[in-house]
């Protein structure tokens, strides 16, 4: 149960964070998005990001 409470704290802390930096950072390059634009593609992101490790995982726990 810890480990689950880890991963959503981390999963959840840094979608937070890309939401955030989206709406700082994306009007420096000329972009304006809506609070639920940046959801949207923080979600997007989250998504593949986890991906992305649980692939990573089953590569290193099939190849020692």
Do not use: H
Request: without cysteine; aromatic residues 18%.
């Amino acid at each position: 149960m810890r480990s689950f409470i880890e991963s959503f704290i981390d999963v959840g802390s840094g979608y937070i964070l890309a939401i955030l930096i989206q709406l700082l950072i994306f009007p420096l390059f000329g972009l304006y998005p809506t609070i639920f634009d940046s959801m949207g593609i923080a979600l997007i992101f989250t998504v593949v990001s986890i991906t992305r490790s649980w692939l990573w995982r089953m590569v290193f726990k099939r190849y020692p």
